[in-house]
């Protein structure tokens, strides 16, 4: 089981990125699916997620109204959309998943590191002020 991010990379403030996660190894149709960043000497910290149907999304409050996540369920693709980027922003972006099928959690546990057991290796953005 294997989750891919790609599509990070170095821009200037105000620009965009669009991130992705492939699956592979197993379909994560049925799954809760998240990003979470890490910045140098920092913690991992949790970005948006997104339920398994797809109906609803939630964000930390920093991203709100510039970031958004999708999912493709019939290419098993993740997305996040990042608008108007910030330096702030900068750092390794991890997508995540978690293992049961159709779960529904109460709101924080999106949030929660230890909801996801799948991760992905991260991929870079940098944002240059």
């Known amino acids: 089981v294997q989750l891919q991010a790609s599509g990070g990379g170095l821009v200037q403030a105000g620009d965009s990125l669009r991130l992705s996660c492939a699956a592979s190894?197993?379909?994560?149709?049925?799954?809760?699916m998240g990003w979470f960043r890490q910045a140098p000497g920092k913690e991992r910290e949790f970005v948006a997620a997104?339920?398994?149907?797809?109906?609803?999304?939630y964000y930390r409050d920093s991203v709100k109204g510039r970031f958004t996540i999708s999912r493709d369920n019939a290419e098993n693709t993740l997305y996040l959309e990042m608008n108007s980027l910030r330096p702030e922003d900068t750092a390794v972006y991890y997508c995540?998943?978690?293992?049961?099928?159709?779960?529904?959690?109460?709101?924080?546990?999106?949030?929660?590191?230890?909801?996801?057991?799948?991760w992905g290796q991260g991929t870079l953005v940098t944002v240059s002020s």
């Open positions: 995540a998943a978690d293992r049961s099928p159709r779960r529904t959690y109460i709101e924080s546990a999106y949030y929660t590191k230890g909801t996801y057991d799948y």
């Open positions: 190894g197993r379909t994560f149709t049925d799954n809760v």
């Open positions: 997104i339920t398994w149907s797809g109906g609803r999304s």
